[in-house]
T-cell receptor, first 114, second 114 residues
């Protein structure tokens, strides 16, 4: 089955700086890669996703890159703000075989220092 | 437009009792996924259902756990004879259709087994 590794587990950056979170996956059949933000005690919320037919996607201060050859994808947050503090999860799935459950990384606790 | 709804939000059970968790998908969504999240960890896929069908239950323990999504009413995750190790947050997510589609999460049910 799929295995997703996520690094780092904790990331502390100064407000206004950029943050980068990296994930690798093992199943070459995976073709959908979402990122979720989860605040303490809240539900995971989808912030951006990318499909295997593109290499990069951007939405305001958030961008995701995908390298299918190397089987890794990254989340980039620019001009970080205090409200960006949360746990971020990457995930991967494939649509083949009817198994569409997401395989998640263990999460990155992002701390924005004022 | 209500999002994914789960109830109860908090559930306390004693060892050996049954826990029943309910999930109502977003309007127009016919695909439901259940995930379990242990403290300080990522989400683990348990089961994927469509109306009246279990599509993939590869992440669900074979004993004591069952899930259903009847033609009418919410999806139910049932845990029989709960043990302390079942204490976790259980999230359900829904999507409009299978394939490369966004999954939207409910607020979760936090199960505590005494």
């Amino acid at each position: 089955g799929e295995n997703v590794e996520q690094h780092p587990s904790t990331l502390s950056v100064q407000e206004g700086d950029s943050a980068v979170i990296k994930c690798t996956y093992s199943d070459s059949a995976s073709n959908y890669f979402p990122w979720y933000k989860q605040e303490l005690g809240k539900r995971p919320q989808l912030i951006i996703d990318i499909r295997s037919n593109v290499g990069e996607k951007k939405d305001q201060r958030i961008a995701v890159t995908l390298n299918k050859t190397a089987k890794h994808f990254s989340l980039h947050i620019t001009e970080t703000q205090p409200e960006d503090s949360a746990v971020y999860f990457c995930a991967a799935s494939s649509s083949g075989g009817g198994a569409d459950g997401l395989t998640f990384g263990k999460g990155t606790h992002l701390i924005i220092q004022p | 437009n209500a999002g994914v709804m789960q109830n109860p939000r908090h559930l306390v059970r004693r060892r050996g009792q049954e826990a029943r968790l309910r999930c109502s998908p977003m309007k127009g969504h016919s695909h439901v996924y259940w995930y379990r999240q242990l403290p300080e960890e990522g989400l683990k896929f348990m089961v994927y259902l469509q109306k009246e069908n279990i599509i993939d239950e590869s992440g669900m323990p074979k004993e004591r756990f069952s899930a259903e999504f009847p033609k009418e009413g919410p999806s139910i995750l049932r845990i029989q004879q709960v043990v302390r190790g079942d204490s976790a947050a259980y999230f359900c997510a829904s999507s409009r259709r299978e394939g490369l589609n966004e999954q939207f999460f409910g607020p979760g049910t936090r199960l505590t087994v005494l």
